[in-house]
């Protein structure tokens, strides 16, 4: 890289570090492209894919103050970002995998014992909760798949009510706009 290419690469570091957009704006528009392709080599899903550079992105934002150039560039810490995101990403899959593997099983055992599950919908809100934020998230497992109340809620996650209540109105607002949608579909 020449002296004025390499000042020039400096420049916008020194920008993002120090919360300009626009340096952001032009950081995305140079690097999601790679990032992108990176992701969608590995999860092999176009909206997977998006969600994991997106997610990479406001990562970079939100954490540009460790961002070290005299460590990496750029772009090696972009991707460093970008796997821990697709291995997120992973790992949610995993996780839906395991509970739909365990619904199946419930299922058989309740279809003996008990009343029947919509299993596409269980999948559906499971696959819904692992699209919301990782705040989020964890408030809606605790809420459903724990049994807490909010204050409990608030109280474990040390995070205030009011945060509590809004993660589990938006969350509910968001599964009841998507099954209303799967419901008019089917």
């Known amino acids: 890289m020449d002296d004025a290419a390499g000042d020039a690469e400096s420049a916008l570091d020194a920008r993002f570090r120090a919360g300009d957009e626009r340096a952001l704006a032009e950081i995305y528009r140079r690097w999601s492209p790679v990032v992108y392709t990176f992701a969608i080599r590995s999860l092999g899903d176009r909206s997977d894919a998006e969600d ?4 990479t992105f406001v990562s970079a934002w939100t954490s540009r103050s460790s961002f070290d150039p005299a460590k990496a560039k750029l772009s090696t810490w972009l991707i460093a970002i970008a796997k821990r995101r697709i291995a997120d990403t ?3 899959r995993a996780r839906i995998r395991a509970l739909h593997e ?13 009343p029947e599950i919509d299993l596409g919908e269980t999948i559906l809100v499971a696959g819904e909760l692992e ?3 990782p705040d ?3 408030v ?7 049994d ?3 204050q409990e809620i608030s109280d474990r996650l040390q995070m205030p009510l009011g945060t ?23």
């Open 131 to 133: 699209r919301l934020e």
């Open 136 to 138: 989020a998230q964890r």
């Open 52 to 55: 994991a550079t997106q997610k």
């Open 148 to 150: 807490l109340t909010h």
């Open 102 to 114: 365990e619904l199946q099983r419930t299922a058989l055992v309740d279809e003996v014992h008990g």
């Open 164 to 186: 509590v209540k809004s993660h589990i109105r938006r969350s509910l607002l968001r599964l009841k706009t998507r099954l209303e949608v799967t419901h008019v579909a089917s």
């Open 140 to 146: 809606m497992r605790l809420a459903f798949f724990d």
């Open 90 to 92: 992973h790992e949610a």
